[in-house]
Protein backbone atom coordinates (compact mmCIF):
# COMPACT_ATOMS: atom_id res chain seq x y z
CA UNK A 1 0.00 0.00 0.00
CA UNK A 2 0.89 3.55 -1.10
CA UNK A 3 1.33 5.51 2.40
CA UNK A 4 0.64 8.62 0.58
CA UNK A 5 -2.36 7.26 -0.21
CA UNK A 6 -6.06 7.14 1.47
CA UNK A 7 -8.12 4.55 1.40
CA UNK A 8 -12.12 3.85 1.19
CA UNK A 9 -13.74 0.14 1.32
CA UNK A 10 -16.94 0.13 -0.59
CA UNK A 11 -19.15 -2.83 -0.79
CA UNK A 12 -20.99 -1.55 -3.99
CA UNK A 13 -20.40 -1.65 -8.11
CA UNK A 14 -17.42 0.53 -9.34
CA UNK A 15 -18.89 4.26 -10.43
CA UNK A 16 -18.38 5.27 -13.83
CA UNK A 17 -16.37 7.61 -13.13
CA UNK A 18 -13.49 5.72 -11.76
CA UNK A 19 -11.06 3.89 -13.59
CA UNK A 20 -10.39 0.51 -12.14
CA UNK A 21 -6.73 -0.23 -12.22
CA UNK A 22 -6.29 -3.68 -9.89
CA UNK A 23 -8.41 -6.64 -9.59
CA UNK A 24 -6.98 -8.52 -7.02
CA UNK A 25 -9.14 -11.74 -5.37
CA UNK A 26 -9.37 -13.60 -1.62
CA UNK A 27 -8.79 -16.94 -3.60
CA UNK A 28 -10.13 -19.48 -0.92
CA UNK A 29 -9.32 -23.25 -1.19
CA UNK A 30 -12.35 -25.80 -0.61
CA UNK A 31 -10.53 -28.72 0.67
CA UNK A 32 -8.96 -26.04 3.65
CA UNK A 33 -11.16 -23.06 3.74
CA UNK A 34 -7.39 -21.34 3.28
CA UNK A 35 -7.10 -18.15 1.34
CA UNK A 36 -4.02 -17.79 -1.18
CA UNK A 37 -1.35 -15.41 -0.19
CA UNK A 38 1.30 -14.95 -2.50
CA UNK A 39 5.22 -14.95 -1.23
CA UNK A 40 7.94 -13.22 -3.08
CA UNK A 41 10.99 -12.18 -1.77
CA UNK A 42 9.32 -11.32 1.24
CA UNK A 43 6.83 -9.48 0.14
CA UNK A 44 3.22 -10.44 0.30
CA UNK A 45 0.06 -10.20 -1.94
CA UNK A 46 -3.09 -11.45 -3.26
CA UNK A 47 -3.17 -12.68 -6.43
CA UNK A 48 -4.45 -10.64 -9.50
CA UNK A 49 -2.97 -7.47 -11.51
CA UNK A 50 -4.00 -5.00 -14.13
CA UNK A 51 -7.12 -4.84 -16.19
CA UNK A 52 -5.63 -5.72 -20.17
CA UNK A 53 -8.12 -5.03 -23.25
CA UNK A 54 -8.67 -9.03 -23.87
CA UNK A 55 -10.16 -9.71 -20.46
CA UNK A 56 -14.00 -9.91 -21.30
CA UNK A 57 -14.64 -8.63 -17.40
CA UNK A 58 -13.60 -8.44 -14.49
CA UNK A 59 -13.80 -11.77 -13.06
CA UNK A 60 -11.98 -12.68 -16.24
CA UNK A 61 -8.85 -10.85 -15.09
CA UNK A 62 -8.73 -12.51 -11.80
CA UNK A 63 -8.76 -15.48 -13.65
CA UNK A 64 -5.97 -14.75 -15.78
CA UNK A 65 -3.94 -12.77 -13.35
CA UNK A 66 -4.30 -15.94 -10.56
CA UNK A 67 -2.68 -18.19 -13.05
CA UNK A 68 -0.21 -16.41 -14.33
CA UNK A 69 1.22 -15.51 -10.99
CA UNK A 70 0.45 -18.66 -8.50
CA UNK A 71 -0.64 -21.22 -11.06
CA UNK A 72 -4.01 -21.91 -9.66
CA UNK A 73 -7.47 -22.24 -11.38
CA UNK A 74 -10.35 -19.90 -10.16
CA UNK A 75 -13.45 -20.79 -10.38
CA UNK A 76 -16.90 -19.28 -8.67
CA UNK A 77 -15.19 -15.49 -8.91
CA UNK A 78 -17.23 -13.13 -7.10
CA UNK A 79 -17.63 -9.33 -6.92
CA UNK A 80 -16.64 -8.22 -3.64
CA UNK A 81 -16.72 -4.16 -3.71
CA UNK A 82 -13.81 -1.90 -4.37
CA UNK A 83 -11.42 0.16 -2.60
CA UNK A 84 -11.45 3.77 -3.85
CA UNK A 85 -7.92 5.15 -3.25
CA UNK A 86 -6.87 8.71 -3.38
CA UNK A 87 -3.39 10.07 -3.77
CA UNK A 88 -1.97 13.47 -4.16
CA UNK A 89 -1.75 15.03 -7.82
CA UNK A 90 -3.58 11.75 -8.99
CA UNK A 91 -7.47 11.38 -9.87
CA UNK A 92 -9.53 9.04 -7.70
CA UNK A 93 -9.41 5.29 -8.52
CA UNK A 94 -10.78 2.20 -7.75
CA UNK A 95 -9.04 -1.38 -6.56
CA UNK A 96 -11.54 -3.94 -7.33
CA UNK A 97 -11.64 -6.86 -4.95
CA UNK A 98 -13.20 -10.45 -5.48
CA UNK A 99 -13.32 -13.85 -3.96
CA UNK A 100 -13.25 -17.39 -5.53
CA UNK A 101 -12.49 -20.81 -5.41
CA UNK A 102 -9.53 -22.24 -5.84
CA UNK A 103 -10.65 -25.28 -8.51
CA UNK A 104 -6.99 -26.48 -8.56
CA UNK A 105 -3.10 -25.76 -7.82
CA UNK A 106 -0.93 -26.98 -11.15
CA UNK A 107 3.18 -26.48 -11.22
CA UNK A 108 4.68 -23.47 -10.14
CA UNK A 109 6.38 -21.53 -12.88
CA UNK A 110 8.11 -18.00 -13.49
CA UNK A 111 5.13 -15.25 -14.05
CA UNK A 112 5.18 -13.92 -17.72
CA UNK A 113 5.28 -10.12 -16.69
CA UNK A 114 8.71 -10.26 -14.59
CA UNK A 115 9.19 -13.88 -14.46
CA UNK A 116 8.80 -13.78 -10.88
CA UNK A 117 8.14 -17.16 -9.13
CA UNK A 118 5.96 -16.90 -6.26
CA UNK A 119 5.58 -19.12 -3.55
CA UNK A 120 1.81 -19.80 -2.80
CA UNK A 121 1.35 -19.72 1.45
CA UNK A 122 -2.05 -20.51 2.51
CA UNK A 123 -3.08 -18.71 5.35
CA UNK A 124 -6.87 -18.69 7.31
CA UNK A 125 -9.29 -15.56 6.23
CA UNK A 126 -8.52 -13.93 9.34
CA UNK A 127 -5.21 -13.59 9.31
CA UNK A 128 -4.56 -12.56 5.80
CA UNK A 129 -4.84 -8.44 6.28
CA UNK A 130 -2.41 -9.28 8.84
CA UNK A 131 0.21 -10.83 6.41
CA UNK A 132 -0.71 -8.86 3.52
CA UNK A 133 -0.17 -5.12 6.29
CA UNK A 134 -3.22 -3.34 4.57
CA UNK A 135 -5.47 -2.26 7.64
CA UNK A 136 -8.86 -1.58 7.93
CA UNK A 137 -9.55 -1.61 4.18
CA UNK A 138 -8.27 -5.16 4.01
CA UNK A 139 -10.09 -6.54 7.64
CA UNK A 140 -13.50 -5.45 5.77
CA UNK A 141 -12.57 -6.98 2.34
CA UNK A 142 -12.00 -10.23 4.29
CA UNK A 143 -15.06 -10.33 6.15
CA UNK A 144 -16.65 -9.87 3.05
CA UNK A 145 -14.93 -13.00 1.43
CA UNK A 146 -15.95 -14.46 4.35
CA UNK A 147 -19.43 -13.94 4.19
CA UNK A 148 -19.27 -15.30 0.67
CA UNK A 149 -17.30 -18.51 1.54
CA UNK A 150 -20.22 -19.31 4.48
CA UNK A 151 -23.08 -18.47 2.91
CA UNK A 152 -22.79 -19.29 -1.00
CA UNK A 153 -20.32 -22.22 -0.57
CA UNK A 154 -20.76 -23.54 2.91
CA UNK A 155 -16.99 -23.27 4.08
CA UNK A 156 -15.67 -23.29 7.63
CA UNK A 157 -13.26 -20.44 7.27
CA UNK A 158 -13.71 -19.49 10.59
CA UNK A 159 -12.23 -22.97 11.62
CA UNK A 160 -9.56 -23.76 8.61
CA UNK A 161 -6.60 -25.86 8.52
CA UNK A 162 -3.66 -24.60 9.75
CA UNK A 163 -1.04 -22.15 7.51
CA UNK A 164 1.22 -23.62 5.29
CA UNK A 165 2.62 -23.16 2.21
CA UNK A 166 1.48 -25.24 -1.83
CA UNK A 167 4.14 -26.23 -3.86
Excluded at 15 to 21: G, I, R
Excluded at 128 to 141: F, K, T
Aim: contains cysteine.
Amino acid sequence: MNEDATYFWHEAPVPADLEVTQVYGYLICPDTARVLVQEYEGEFNLPGGSPEPEDADLAATLVREAMEESQVVVSAPVYLGYQEVHQPGLAPYAQVRMTGLIAAFTERRPDPDGGRVRLRLMVPLVDAPGILGWGEPAVAQAKAAARVAEEAWRLPVTSPAPAGYVD
